[in-house]
């Protein structure tokens, strides 16, 4: 089960996907693809990815605790869904024209459609995340990047989940190692009825 460095991990595993398939053919350098908010002032990078969201995933949600070794048991993981918006700098000087964004945008949504399950973050007994495209309004949009104080920019949205956050509270218990029936009282009562 993964740690707190879960939704690290997920990030970075997209980012490497984004990297293998677009680099050099669209983008020349693997770093001009990046973690980076679009609020950063960095303009040495291409296409950004940057994490927008978390939330539980509730239908997804485990409620039994799982054995481990000894007398223990580990609270059950959390599954969250992580909201992703990947998004061209704008400011970046390495960028030559709309056609090459729309190109870039076309490819990095292509590689999300090719690669829609993530088994690089998922352990051998756990589900594998999928990568899903969110059907998202223009209005839901823009105010994503209202909120960032920034005025809309087209990029891909999408989504990974489920992305499970291991707990670290643990719980001990005793087992049951005997067992002391009296039946004597039963047999009784059942000779009285005969």
């Known amino acids: 089960m993964a740690d707190f460095s879960i939704i690290s991990d997920v990030s970075n595993e997209v ?9 050099p053919e669209l983008i020349q350098s693997q770093e001009s693809i990046t973690l980076a908010a679009p ?7 291409q296409l950004g990815l940057y994490l927008y969201d978390i939330q539980e995933l509730r239908e997804y949600q485990q409620l039994d605790l799982i054995r481990m070794k000894g007398n223990q048991a580990q609270y059950p993981p959390k599954p969250l869904n ?10 970046s000087q390495l960028m030559s024209n709309a056609e090459n964004e729309q ?14 399950i993530l088994y690089g973050t998922a352990d051998e007994d756990e589900a594998a995340s999928s990568i899903t495209l969110l059907p998202l ?42 067992a002391d029936f009296d039946i004597t009282q039963e047999r009784a009562a059942d000779g009285r009825r005969g």
């Open 82 to 91: 992580l909201f992703f918006a990947l998004y061209i700098n704008t400011r």
């Open 103 to 116: 190109r870039i945008l076309g490819r990095s949504m292509q590689v999300l459609m090719d690669h829609s």
């Open 15 to 23: 980012l490497k996907l984004l990297r293998e398939n677009i680099c």
């Open 137 to 178: 309004s223009f209005e839901e949009k823009t105010k994503i990047w209202s909120v960032l104080s920034l005025p809309y920019q087209l990029g891909v949205y999408f989504s990974v989940a489920p992305v499970l956050l291991s707990s670290r509270r643990i719980r001990s218990f005793k087992r049951v190692v005997a």
């Open 39 to 45: 609020t950063d002032k960095n303009a040495d990078f």
